[in-house]
C-alpha cells in the first residue's frame, strides 16, 4: 500500500506529461503572432514597471502607498461582505474588489481617481509588498497542509486525485494548439505554453475550497474529506508542475533536467532532513514562541525560498515547501500561523488582488472572437475538471449526486490560479490579454461553486457563518 | 492641578522657541555653503533612489528583496545577540548591524558582496518596507504609552521632564549658530535647520529606555516611574517639534500657522472625538480579535497617517496618535500588538535599520575636523539633556547618585532618533554627512547608557534577560 499510491501517482503525472509531449509534437507545427511590442504589462520579471516614471522618481512615495494600501482593505472588506450576504465566500468579493481598482473598471470609467489612488509609479513598490505577501500566504497554506490527510488516502480520494488533475492537465495542452496560434506570441516557445496551459486548468484553490466547506459544515462528511484530500494533492501537484514550468521556460533544455534534479533534490532535502530536525526541535523548544523562534521561522522561509529561486524553480515553492514541513498540528504551527494569519489576510492579500487587477486588462478582451475564446477556456476549464473528477468518483462506486459535487467542489480554482497566473505573466509565458482571460476562468470556476452545490445538496447544509469566522481560504 | 501642568508644558514649549527665534535672529545673518550637487542620498522624500537604475528597470527584484531581507534579519539577531551579551539591549545592536551592512563597512571593505545583497536598485523597494515598518511601529509605541502615567505626574517629574527638553533645545538651537556655515547649504532656511537640530538633540528613546529599566527591575522603582514618565512626555513633545519642523520646512510661514491650526485641530480631533469612539466601540465588541476589528484597526492607522501627511506634518506622527488613542491596557491593545510586535521587530524594524545604514556613510566623516564636530554634537547632546535633566533632578530634591541616573538615562536616544533623523534627511534639512553625524550621536548616546547606569547603581540590579523577552524597544 505504501509504494503504489506512490507508483500511480508517478504514472499519472507520466501519463500526462506523455500526452503534453504528443501535443508538443503537434504544436511545434504552428505558428504564433510576432510579438507584440511592449505587451508584458510590467516587464519581464516580478514587481517592475514597464512604465518609465519608476520609485526613482517620486518624490515621495509614502503617502502614495499608505493611501493605496487603505483604499485596497476598503474596497477588499466591502465587495468581500458583499458577497458573504449572497452566500458567496468573500475571498472571491476580494479578488473581483482587486480587479475594479484595475485599469478594467477604475481606471476606465475614472482616470483621474485611478491615477491618484494607484498611478503607475507605486507599482512596484505595490508589487512588491503583494509578492512578499504571497511569499507569507503559500508559507501559510504549506503550515495548514495536512501531510496525514494525503498519506490517508482512499481508494476513491486516490482515482479522484489522479483524474483530477490529469485530465484537464491534457485537455489544457489541447486547448494551447489552439490558443498558440491566436494569442502566443513567436518568442514563446510552445512547450512552454502548453505546459503553463495545462497547469493553469489543473490548479484547485484548496484554501478557498476548504473555506466552501466548513462554510457548509461538510469537512468532515465523506464527501467533503475526499474533496480536501484531493484538492491538497492537486495542489501539491500543481505547484511541482509549476515549478516544472518555470524551470522549462527559463532555461535551455539540458538546463530543465539540471532544474528538475536540483529540485527534486531539494525537495528530498526538506522532507528527508529538515522537517525531522524541525520535528526535533520543536520538541525541545520553550513553550511560547519567542522572537528568536518567529525570527527562525523567517529565516527558514526566506532561505527556502531563496533556494528555489536559485534552483530556477519560483520562491513561492520554497515558501510553501517550508510551511508544509512544520508539522501542521504542532501548537508551534498554530502560534505562528495566529501572529501571521491576520496581517497576511487583511492587508497582503488584498494588495496581491490588487497587484493582480492592476495587470488584468478586460479591455484588452474584445470582440465577439475573444469572449468566444474566454467561454471556449472557461468550458474546457470546467470539463477537465468537473468532467475528470465527476468519472472517476461514479467510477469509483460514489452516488451521481455526490459525484457531481465533488467535481462542481474540485474545479474551484480561486486565489491559487491568480498566483499561478500571476507566475506566468512574470515569464511572459502568457501575454496580458490571456492573462486576463484566465484571470475572468478563475474567476468564473470559484464563482460558480457554491451555487451549483446548492442546487446539488439544497438548503439543509447550507449554513454560511458570515464574513466574522474566516481562518482559511 | 489639572491647568497647571499643562500651563507649565505651553510656557516650557513658548520659551524654547522663544529661545530660538533669538537663535534665529542671529542665525539669519549666517551664510550657509552652496549646495553640493546630489547631496541628498535618495532623493527628497521617502524611499526614493536616486540611483537612475530604480526598481523599472530591475528584472526581477523579489530574489533581491528576499535575500536581503534574510541577510538583514541574521545580521541583526547575531550582532543583537552579541550585544545582549556584553549587557548591552539587542537593539543597539541591530541598530549597528544596520550600518554595518551599508556603505560604511559593507559597501567599503567588500563592494561586490555589498552590491549583490543591497545593490542600489532594490533602495526604494526596501525603503517601503523599512517605511511601512516604522509607521507600524509608531503605532505600537502609542499603543504602548501609557496615558495615565502622563497625568499623574510628580512634582519631580514635571521638573525634569520639562528641563529635559527645553536645555536640550535651546543648546541645540545655539549648536545650530555653529553647524549652518560649515555643514548645511543655502538651499536650507535657518530656522528649519536649526529647528531640527534642537529636535534632534531633544529625543529620548521611550522604547529603549523601558528595555533598559525592565532589563535592571527598575521599572517599579521611583527613579524607573520618572524616567519613563519624562521620556514618554518627551517622547510626545519631540514628535509635535518634529511635526513643526516639517510643517516649517514644507511651507511658506503662512502656511506653518494654517498646519499648525490644522495638526492642533486633527489632535484635538483624535483625543476628544475619535479615542472616546474607540473606548465604546471596545466595550460592544466581542472578545477575541477578528479579522473584521484588525481590518479596522489597519484603516484607522493608514487613515490617520495620510491625514498628517496631508495636513503636513509627518504620516509618523498620525500613526503614533491612533496608537495613543486606543486605550494601552485594554484586552483589545494587547491583542493587537501580539499579533503585530513579532512581525515587527523581527522583519521590519532591522529592514529600517538597515535602509538608515544604507543612508549612513561613514566615510563622509572625514578629517579630525568632522570628527571633532561629531564629538562636539555628542557633547552638546549629552550637556543638554543629562544636565537639563539632572540639574532639574537636583532641585526637586533627588540625591546626585539618582538624579546623574536619571540625566543618563534621559540621554538615551535610541531608534526614536534614527526615525526623527530619516524624516530630516527626507525633507533635505540635513546633509548626508550631517545625517551619519547625527546617527553617531544616537549611536554613542544610547550606547553610553548602561555603563554609566553600571558605574551609578553598580551590579546590584543588574539582570539582563538575554535576548529572548524583549516586548518592547
Chains 1, 2 share one sequence.
Not at 476598503?74 to 481598482?101: D, S
Not at 477556456?377 to 473528477?389: C, D
Not at 476562468?441 to 438548503?459: D, E, I, K, Q, S
Request: glycine share 10%; net charge positive.
Amino acid at each position: 500500500m505504501r509504494w503504489k499510491p506512490v507508483a500511480g501517482y508517478v504514472a499519472m503525472l507520466s501519463a500526462g506529461v506523455a500526452a503534453l509531449a504528443l501535443v508538443h509534437s503537434i504544436g511545434n507545427t504552428l505558428q504564433a503572432p510576432a510579438p507584440a511590442v511592449g505587451a508584458a504589462l510590467f516587464g519581464p520579471g516580478s514587481g517592475s514597471a514597464s512604465s518609465g516614471a519608476g520609485a526613482a522618481s517620486l518624490p515621495s512615495a509614502l503617502p502614495h502607498v499608505l493611501l493605496a494600501l487603505a483604499v485596497i482593505i476598503v474596497a477588499a472588506r466591502a465587495v468581500g461582505a458583499l458577497f458573504a450576504r449572497v452566500q458567496q465566500p468573500p475571498v472571491i468579493g476580494e479578488m473581483i474588489a482587486g480587479i475594479l481598482l484595475g485599469p478594467s473598471l477604475l481606471g476606465r470609467f475614472a482616470p483621474g481617481v485611478s491615477a491618484f489612488i494607484l498611478p503607475a509609479s507605486i507599482a512596484p513598490l505595490l508589487g512588491i509588498i503583494a509578492q512578499v505577501g504571497v511569499v507569507l500566504f503559500m508559507f501559510l497554506v504549506g503550515l495548514e497542509l495536512d501531510t496525514d490527510t494525503l498519506r490517508k488516502r482512499t481508494q476513491a480520494s486516490v482515482a479522484v486525485s489522479h483524474a483530477s488533475i490529469t485530465v484537464p492537465f491534457v485537455l489544457g495542452g489541447l486547448l494551447a494548439l489552439y490558443l498558440y496560434p491566436v494569442l502566443s506570441s513567436r518568442d514563446v516557445p510552445f512547450f512552454s505554453f502548453a505546459l503553463f496551459i495545462a497547469v493553469s486548468m489543473s490548479v484547485t484553490a484548496f484554501p478557498v475550497l476548504a473555506r466552501i466547506l466548513s462554510d457548509r459544515h461538510l469537512q468532515k462528511t465523506p464527501l467533503g474529506v475526499i474533496a480536501l484530500t484531493c484538492a491538497a494533492v492537486d495542489d501539491v501537484t500543481a505547484w511541482c508542475l509549476l515549478a516544472l514550468v518555470v524551470g522549462v521556460a527559463k532555461s535551455t533544455p539540458q538546463d530543465a533536467v539540471q532544474t528538475l534534479l536540483l529540485a527534486v533534490g531539494f525537495v528530498g532535502l526538506m522532507l528527508g532532513v529538515v522537517g525531522p530536525r524541525i520535528v526535533v526541535w520543536l520538541q525541545r523548544r520553550p513553550g511560547s514562541l519567542s522572537q528568536d523562534a518567529m525570527a527562525i521561522v523567517l529565516l527558514g522561509l526566506l532561505l527556502s525560498s531563496l533556494a528555489t529561486e536559485a534552483i530556477g524553480i519560483h520562491a513561492l515553492f520554497g515558501a510553501f515547501l517550508f510551511g508544509a514541513v512544520i508539522p501542521h498540528d504542532s501548537a508551534f504551527a498554530h502560534e505562528v500561523g495566529d501572529k501571521l494569519t491576520d496581517l497576511v489576510l487583511v492587508l497582503f492579500l488584498p494588495a496581491f488582488f490588487a497587484f493582480t487587477g492592476m495587470r488584468t486588462q478586460i479591455g484588452l478582451v474584445s470582440g465577439l472572437p475573444h469572449w468566444g475564446i474566454v467561454a471556449l477556456i472557461v468550458l474546457v476549464a470546467t470539463v477537465g475538471k468537473f468532467g475528470g473528477s465527476f468519472v472517476a468518483a461514479r467510477l469509483t462506486g460514489l452516488h451521481t449526486r455526490d459525484a457531481a459535487a465533488l467535481g462542481v467542489l474540485m474545479n474551484t480554482r480561486g486565489l491559487m490560479e491568480l498566483v499561478v497566473l500571476n507566475v506566468g505573466l512574470d515569464l511572459r509565458v502568457v501575454s496580458p490579454t490571456l492573462f486576463t482571460m484566465l484571470v475572468l476562468m478563475a474567476l468564473v470556476t470559484t464563482f460558480m461553486t457554491t451555487p451549483l452545490l446548492h442546487v446539488l445538496r439544497g438548503r439543509e447544509s447550507f449554513a454560511l457563518s458570515g464574513s466574522r469566522a474566516q481562518p482559511q481560504r
